[in-house]
T-cell receptor, first 115, second 114 residues
Framework: AQSVAQPEDQVNVAEGNPLTVKCTYS??????LFWYVQYPNRGLQFLLK??????LVKGSYGFEAEFNKSQTSFHLKKPSALVSDSALYFC?????????????FGKGTSLLVTP | ETGVTQTPRHLVMGMTNKKSLKCEQH?????MYWYKQSAKKPLELMFV?????QTENNSVPSRFSPECPNSSHLFLHLHTLQPEDSALYLC?????WGVGTEAFFGQGTRLTVV
């Protein structure tokens, strides 16, 4: 079975500080990993993904994520947070060796960036 | 704008009503999905269609009935719903099912069952 965990319900960061939103995964094969962001009353927007290759993946709005196979993690990071980054962030995983094809999402982490 | 449009944005319905949610994608994708988003819970995959054929049904109650007449349109027909079915229903599409393609989501339909 494939799954993803986001251990924090909420992350609070001051504007200008670096931010990290944590994600760990569990799959039977090599994972495909994704991060999405959801602003209030909106659908999910794709931020970045890891398929293969360089462990550090860069995405939209200055976000990046690091794939760590030994720790089975894919944490989302940004060097300097903006108030406008405040939103709900979802990590998702797909196991290409699994017969299921849709993404499995974590429960989400609410990011609050204060001025 | 993601290229995936859902209507209506908000829907209030009684438990005896019949209604339908509509999703349309203008991206040329061939896979479409319905997800349910409830507060404090992970997104729940409901149905998957690939080239108009249903490929997954994650033990969804029969009061939810999907329909995919073509690769660009997806419907979710609702009847005799329960108050616990109140949630945000999200439609998504992707270029292929499987592999490393990301899904694009609509803005969702906020459903309230009274």
């Amino acid at each position: 079975a494939q799954s993803v965990a986001q251990p924090e319900d909420q992350v609070n960061v001051a504007e200008g500080n670096p931010l990290t939103v944590k994600c760990t995964y569990s799959v039977s094969g090599n994972p495909y990993l994704f991060w999405y962001v959801q602003y209030p009353n909106r659908g999910l927007q794709f931020l970045l993904k890891y398929i293969t290759g360089d462990n550090l993946v860069k995405g939209s709005y200055g976000f990046e994520a690091e794939f760590n196979k030994s720790q089975t993690s894919f944490h989302l990071k940004k060097p300097s947070a903006l108030v406008s980054d405040s939103a709900l962030y979802f990590c998702a995983v797909r196991d290409p060796s699994n017969s299921g094809y849709a993404l499995n999402f974590g429960k989400g982490t609410s990011l609050l960036v204060t001025p | 704008e993601t290229g995936v449009t859902q209507t209506p944005r908000h829907l209030v319905m009684g438990m005896t009503n019949k209604k339908s949610l509509k999703c349309e994608q203008h991206l040329g994708h061939n896979a479409m999905y319905w997800y349910k988003q409830s507060a404090k819970k992970p997104l729940e995959l409901m149905f998957v269609y690939n080239f108009k054929e249903q490929t997954e049904n994650n033990s969804v109650p029969s009061r939810f009935s999907p329909e995919c007449p073509n690769s660009s349109h997806l419907f979710l027909h609702l009847h005799t719903l329960q108050p616990e079915d109140s949630a945000l229903y999200l439609c998504a599409s992707s270029q292929e099912w499987g592999v490393g393609t990301e899904a694009f989501f609509g803005q969702g339909t906020r459903l309230t069952v009274v």
